[in-house]
């Protein structure tokens, strides 16, 4: 039952960080590839003041959210300018600079040591310790990420939004802020991908740099894609399915040394194969053909 | 009556001059056809007035205030609209979608308002009905939630004609809207421009087709190398030997 619990927690995690991630892939065409180094920035920061300031975790969240979408702003200046694959480039660099951030600004995350004992939240009375309590907490918190996602997406500034990411030059000729609109999205983005890193700090009570590498990254890209991106469903089936697959394998007997890299071949094969059959993703509207 | 107008333009893209000390004044309403051969610089002329492209040297402005360098959005929203030489429309979305986009000053477009939704539905259906009526005045109402992408080339061009009507500007550009089109969408788009006109609005379409530009356009300027070598109506201008044979062949 904790296990599940357990599971489940990490599965609501994940999808809060893969529909952050879809409002710019799905939505605005941009793939970013930084994304788990910008929870990373949630996380980090999370530690930090829960550690030192023992703030409590309504107050931590929203301070974790505004400063890294607040930072998000300022790489997104420069990131923006940049089409495709160029930003996508773009966005590999700064989560690389990341990584390193987090790797070897010892005196700030303790580098590869890890953050540790960073405590559990406390709400008002609550104090959220069990892995089902957390549950609840996580999932209310999805379920509010979804609500906003859903209203800004299924609304006329979607409309505006699947416009920019067909046809920039379209859009201008239409009266819209191209470059304002992209902040404002990518601010959005980092924002609950910081919430996201904010509760995994939070639940683990630990945290590593080689949890916002790159590879993790093309993880959370990844659910995004196989879901079907620019859509509520799509980056939820993609993120439960891969982190259910490595479970699954784990039970089947195979040890976790080699199920990390089986689950690495499994879902390369998985990507291959929907780019070719099934650009849309398992669920998706947006073909990235 | 806010004028749209330039003075000394100037735009060169390498050694190549596209646009040469051009200066023009247009009518507040009415129709204008520009020709000229390829290379000419008429897209360039249309790209300078609505904020594409920079141009090196000169003004443009409309009524009193300066557009030169301000950014395409920005003079979209003063009512200046345009179509693309090659064709652009949100091939995703359907062909109800790509009227209802043009709709200027949406709330439900703004942050807060797709967030709080206050009078967002009203305004959708009242705009859902404005963009139904624009459909079926092109003959595009039984296709309204095909994606667009589905639409042959001449309902695309149509589509991407008629979305301006929404947009309500005062000020209409069109880059060769009847190349490569159908004579029954030519119709169409003869009709559409018309309206335009019959509601005091300002048509401004280049054309290589000298028949159209005969048939609709009022006031005719020719380009050649980045130039305007003459300006007047159509029937004056069609009617000289020189620009007859120079131009037009
Ligand atoms: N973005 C650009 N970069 C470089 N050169 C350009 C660019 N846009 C236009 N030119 C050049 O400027 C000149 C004028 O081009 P423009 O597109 O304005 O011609 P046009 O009159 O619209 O021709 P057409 O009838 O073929 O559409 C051409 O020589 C063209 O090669
Ligand atoms: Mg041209």
New interface residues.
Partial sequence: MEYIALILVLICIYCILSLSLDLLVGHLGLLSMAQAGIAGIGSYCTGIIAIEQGFPFLLTVPLVAGATSALSVLVSIPTLRLHDDYYAIGTFGCQVILFSIFNNWIAITNGPLGLPNIPHPRILAWMVDTTSEYLILTSSILAICCL?VH??TN??????L??IR??E??A???????VSIKV?IAALSAALAAMAGSLYAHFVTFVHPSNFSVTESILVLSMVILGGAASIRGPIIGASVLIVLPEILRSVGIPSSIAANVREIVYGIALVMMMAWRPHGLVGR??FR | MQILRCENVCKRFGGNIALDDLSVRFPPSGIVAIIGPNGAGKTTLLNVL?G?VEPDSGDCLFGESAITRM????I??LGI??T?QEL??????SVL?NI???F?R??????F???L?FG?AA??SRNKGEAMRILSSVELEHKANDPSGELSYGEEKLLSLASCLA?DARLNFFDEPIAGVHVAVRKQIVKLFKGMKNEGKLVIFIEHDIAFVREIAESLIVMDNGRIVAHGTPSEILNRRDILEAYIG
């Fill in positions: 906003l209203l800004i609304s006329p500034l979607g409309r505006v699947h416009a067909e046809d030059v379209l201008k000729s239409m009266g819209h802020n191209v404002g947006y073909s | 609505t594409f950014p395409a959005h920005k979209a929203r609209v345009r693309f652009r429309i949100v091939r995703q979305e979608e209802m986009l043009r200027p949406q709330r439900g477009e703004k942050f308002g797709a967030l939704r967002v305004e959708e947009a």
